[in-house]
């Protein structure tokens, strides 16, 4: 079994700041990209940020500059620093992650349960 938990979510102020965090646990051999996504209401779900197994990153347009991914491998840890949020980045995100699984050696992609993040003063 493999599980994808996130935290970090919550209310900030336009131009505050926010750290997400997303821990994988189980079955995991070995973990390959893991990104973030988001949704706000009404909208489709929308790619914001990736990162591969070898730390190459990937943003969207929207968020350059702004939000930085990073991964720790020792804790199957993904993060997501964003600063100078604005009212636009509300949206539930989510944590999606390519992994080889240690028990059946096959490899699958998974996502967490979400996490609200809400700007607004």
């Known amino acids: 079994q493999v599980q994808l938990v996130e935290s970090g979510g919550g209310l900030v102020q336009p131009g505050g700041s926010l750290r997400l965090s997303c821990v994988a646990s189980g079955s995991i051999s070995s973990i390959y990209a893991m990104r973030w996504y988001r949704q706000a209401p009404g909208k489709q779900r929308e790619l914001v940020a990736a990162?591969?197994?070898?730390?190459?990153?990937n943003y969207a347009d929207s968020v350059k500059g702004r939000f930085t991914i990073s991964r720790d491998n020792t804790k199957n840890t993904v993060y997501l620093q964003m600063n100078s949020l604005k009212p636009a980045d509300t949206a539930v995100y989510y944590c999606h992650s390519a992994l080889l699984r240690s028990d059946s050696g096959r490899s699958g992609v998974y996502w967490g349960q979400g996490t609200q993040v809400t700007v607004s003063s």
């Open positions: 990162i591969t197994n070898g730390d190459i990153t």
